[in-house]
């Protein structure tokens, strides 16, 4: 008898223990990162080994992988304001809403029960600090297009870390009309705002609060592509590191921290294959910094690494049996930085361009011709566009959500992924099932298919909520 309460005691301390408790969180969002864009940067890196087959990824390896779905109660296809507010708060809502539901009530979310629990937070991105995914965690409002609003909310939130490339709409209003800077009312509640890793590691002992934005223009829309970085320019590694350094000092209550790799949808809408491979491994050299630190408190730290949403319709394999992946290593530069080559070479120039010198920036910068071959049809189609932008004069532009790109840019990038065999089927999100990776502390609360929704309900089981 007493020989089974203590195996009885023993089982119920056990599955305590498996259960969590998570004190560390770490929450990994790919904005966009369907499973498609996983696997062909496993499968790109693979060929780059010269095989056919899969280079894994630290995430893919977790225990746990799984897959959720993310549809709005609006829309099929959902938006991020709305799938951030599932992941943030475990309830669907209209799409373009943040941290409220259909009828524009709040929703209280995980980062905020975690604060309430005396944990620190963390929310973090390499787009802008108030775009729709970051937001949804600290935010209460009907439009994902209010800014300002969105601000006063991070304000009052009390998180201990904010990062991203800047912020939009610093002092203006929802209505257009002005109102006061919003950055000393930031500094008036504690932040200490610091510009670039370099700044960050100088200040960190100065404030407890931080906020770390790109260098430069605290208005930026997003930090460079991983493809484009310049040295200086933030990775998201830095910035989980800085989280992390933040978030740990002087805390015995643990920590919640969501990472957003915001440029992996924008890629993605801008269907340009390379630059979201090197999105995905940047996320994923974030995701390391975050195991790191798993391997030092692996019994109660939890990773997850989802996504939002697809964007793209992306699919591996586009008619032929054979992948040419390795050809996008040969693209050098994203979509957007490709088409403003091309129109400075056009504002640039007291002669008209010729088809040799477009052809010379493709080949530089995309590979084609000197690395990857080009056909006579395929040539002939490029041929015809430079005919068109920079004889006849047709400057229309490719408008994807977040460009507006040359058109000789996109077709270049696109004949590419074509080259690649791989596919695009929009330029928009689709309701494509998304990947689910876990570790650690309640990582097996995420076994099995899921809805978004679950996701920080398990967090927080996790949690001993
Ligand atoms: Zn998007």
Redesign the pocket.
Known sequence: MKKNFAVLLFTICLSGYLHGQAKYVFLFIG??MGFTQVNTTEMYLAELEGRIGVSPLTFTQFPVASFATTYSTSNGVT??GAAGTALATGSKTKNGAIGVDSLNAPLISIAERAKQKGMKVGIATNVRINH?TPASFYAHRASRNMGYEILLDLLVSDFDFFAGSGISDPERWYDKTPADNIFPKIDSVGYAIVYGYESFLANQDKKEKVMLINKGDKSNNSIPYAIDRTNGDLTLAHITDCAIRTLETNNENGFFLMVES?QL??A??ANDGATVIHEVIDLNEAVKRAYDFYLEHPDETLILVTA??E?GGAVLGTGSSTLNLAVLQHQKVSKGTLSSYISNMRTNSDRPVTWEEVKDLLAANLGLWTNVPVSESQEKKLVERYRKSFIEGDQTKEES??QSDEKLASEAIALLNSIARLGWISG??SANYVPVFAIGAGADLFKGKMDNTDIPRFIMEAMNE
């Open positions: 904005d966009g938006d991020s729709a915001g949808d924008w993605g809408h939002d949403h964007t959500l977040y928009s999100h």
